[in-house]
Nanobody, 119 residues
Framework: QVQLVESGGGLVQPGGSLRLSCAAS????????MGWYRQDPGKQRELVAT???????NYKDSVKGRFTISSDNAENTVYLQMNSLKSEDTAVYYC?????????????WGQGTQVTVSS
């Protein structure tokens, strides 16, 4: 019923930039919060940044000042602008949204997009 589709990953050199996008579609009544997470093989998925429907943001300490999360609530889309990328930012990035289809909110995930920072 609800699908999240990500785009924008790829290979970039250290110091470069990438912009990730994630659009939700389906029977959506409302979205409470949108976010980005990342995961390295063999490691736990970690929160990168979140944004509420009211525009409040939260960032992982290591990306503060380099990454910016934003959203287009009318389009049910969330973005992650990543600047000054470092090799340690390499991971699969997943978008997540807390979406209400009927009565309750439920967390939905995108399929993941690979970000590789390497020279």
């Amino acid at each position: 019923q609800v699908q999240l589709v990500e785009s924008g990953g790829g290979l970039v050199q250290p110091g470069g930039s990438l912009r990730l996008s994630c659009a939700a579609s389906g029977s959506i009544r409302s979205i409470a919060e949108m976010g980005w997470y990342r995961q390295d093989p063999g490691k736990q998925r970690e929160l990168v940044a979140t944004i509420t429907s009211g525009g409040s943001t939260n960032y992982k300490d290591s990306v503060k000042g380099r990454f910016t999360i934003s959203s287009d609530n009318a389009e049910n889309t969330v973005y992650l602008q990543m600047n000054s990328l470092k090799s340690e930012d390499t991971a699969v990035y997943y978008c997540s949204m807390d979406i209400r289809v009927n009565t309750y909110y439920r967390q939905y995930w995108g399929q993941g997009t690979q970000v590789t920072v390497s020279s």
